[in-house]
């Protein structure tokens, strides 16, 4: 059975410092994998897509970034964090290969920007 | 402008009760639609969806009728339970025409009282 890990579970980091979020998907060859944020109490946006290792496609500018290194693997990252920031960090997977629109979510990295 | 629509930001159920949600959407390339539960805390479980080839999709408890003309859709939760208790969202996606983006509604908040 396919498992998705998101590490850390929360951070609380300053305005101004660096962040680095990751995810893991375990038990599927070759996934589409995604970003979404999540403000408090609101809808999830989709931020970026990765349909390959070391490729990924930016849906919305954030001030942030994301890379696939690994295969199974999937980082956001920003040199800079800023208040707009603080909020629930959700990573995706879906099948591989195009048109595969079914996503299923991972358990979320909650960040408090201060 | 909103692609995809959830006119009620909460609803208040009786346990026993049928809760129905709606959604409606703009982009007529949608052609996969998925609803989402989300508990406070975790991320959103794929709970049911289909596909807009299909004018209903049943599985259990719950059920999607989907009307292309008028583009909307509705989620029925039949025998609603306090455990149903969660935020829903219904989305959208043009995977057919070549889209990765999973778009998210506002979210319906359900409660179901004992």
């Known amino acids: 059975a396919q498992t998705i890990h998101q590490w850390p579970v929360a951070e609380i980091k300053a305005v101004g410092s660096p962040l680095s979020l990751g995810c893991t998907i375990k038990g599927k060859s070759s996934p589409n994998l995604y970003w979404y944020w999540q403000a408090t109490g609101g809808t999830l946006q989709q931020l970026f897509y990765s349909i390959t290792v070391g490729q990924v496609e930016s849906v919305v500018q954030l001030n942030l970034s994301a890379s696939r290194p690994k295969d199974d693997q999937f980082i956001l990252s920003t040199e800079k964090l800023l208040l707009s920031h603080s909020g629930f960090y959700l990573c995706a997977w879906s099948l591989g290969g195009a048109h595969q629109d079914t996503q299923y979510f991972g358990p979320g990295t909650r960040l408090l920007v201060l | 402008q909103q692609q995809v629509r959830q006119s009620s930001q909460s609803l208040t159920v009786w346990e026993g009760e049928t809760a129905i949600l709606n959604c409606s959407y703009e982009?007529?390339?949608?052609?996969?639609f998925p609803w989402y539960q989300q508990f406070p805390g975790e991320g959103p479980a794929l709970l049911i969806a289909i596909r807009s080839v299909s004018d209903k999709k049943e599985d259990g408890r719950f059920t999607i009728f989907f009307n292309k003309r008028e583009k909307n859709l509705s989620l029925h939760i039949k025998d609603s339970q306090p455990g149903d208790s969660a935020t829903y969202f219904c989305a959208a996606s043009a995977g057919a025409s070549g889209s990765w983006q999973l778009i998210f509604g506002s979210g319906t908040q359900l409660t179901v009282m004992p």
């Open positions: 982009n007529s390339a949608f052609d996969y």
